[in-house]
């Protein structure tokens, strides 16, 4: 299977909660990190959590950890219609090297 | 302070040319990754610089090569273009620390066509 891996699509109403899940397979993955990407741009660094943190919210971002099940989930709360795009988990393991799963396209419906 | 910027922001290209891509990192950071993004494998590392030397670099034929200059500048060089090379090129600047952590900011990236 894939290093990192995230579901394609996701569909919500404007106002509600989005939750976007990443699975990792490499245990050594020390920083974890979303970003997102807008049409015709580049990344945009949204947040990024330790290795040894569980949690960490950042504004309407919530960012959940599970080390034991190598799961990471976003939370974007209230969300709006400016929030739709293309969002990358990402882990990176001491070096430059970040290792980026395929994206999670996020609708949002007004 | 200003990003990471790119140059050019479009190219189009033909098979067997050769190119170049520019990179200007922000300001006080020292490393400068490349990374490939096409719609099939994704976003793939090409390679990381730090103070002129490549510290790491992926899994692409040597037709992809790079450099930094002392400025931190970074250039990447793709020779004999195929047509999947067409693609989005990220650059990602960082602090560059020797544990391999600080935080990449990447630029808009330079889309290259292959005809």
């Known amino acids: 299977g894939e290093d990192v891996e995230q579901s394609l699509f996701l569909s919500v109403r404007e106002g509600d909660s989005s939750v976007i899940n990443c699975t990792y397979t490499d245990s050594s993955s020390t920083y974890l990190y979303w970003y997102k990407q807008e049409p015709g741009a580049g990344l945009q660094l949204l947040t990024y959590?330790?290795?040894?943190?569980d949690m960490k919210q950042d504004q309407r971002l919530t960012v959940l950890l599970n080390k034991k099940d190598k799961h990471l989930s976003l939370r974007i709360a209230d969300t709006q219609t400016g929030d739709s795009a293309i969002y990358f988990c990402?882990?990176?393991?001491?070096?430059?090297?970040?290792?980026f799963g395929k994206g999670t396209k996020l609708s949002v419906i007004p | 302070k200003a990003g990471v910027t790119q140059t050019p922001r479009y190219l189009i290209k033909t098979r067997g040319q050769q190119v170049t891509l520019s990179c200007s990192p922000i300001s006080g950071h020292r490393s400068v990754s490349w990374y490939q993004q096409t719609p099939g494998q994704g976003l793939q590392f090409l390679f990381e610089y730090f103070s002129e030397t490549q510290r790491n670099k992926g899994n692409f034929p040597g037709r992809f090569s790079g450099r930094q200059f002392s400025n931190s500048r970074s250039e990447m060089n793709v020779s004999t273009l195929e047509l999947g090379d067409s693609a989005l090129y990220l650059c990602?600047?960082?602090?560059?620390?020797?544990?391999?952590?600080?935080?990449?900011?990447f630029g808009p990236g330079t889309r290259l066509t292959v005809l």
């Open positions: 959590i330790f290795s040894n943190m």
């Open positions: 990402a882990r990176g393991a001491g070096s430059y090297q970040l290792t």
């Open positions: 990602a600047s960082s602090f560059g620390g020797s544990r391999g952590t600080d935080t990449q900011y």
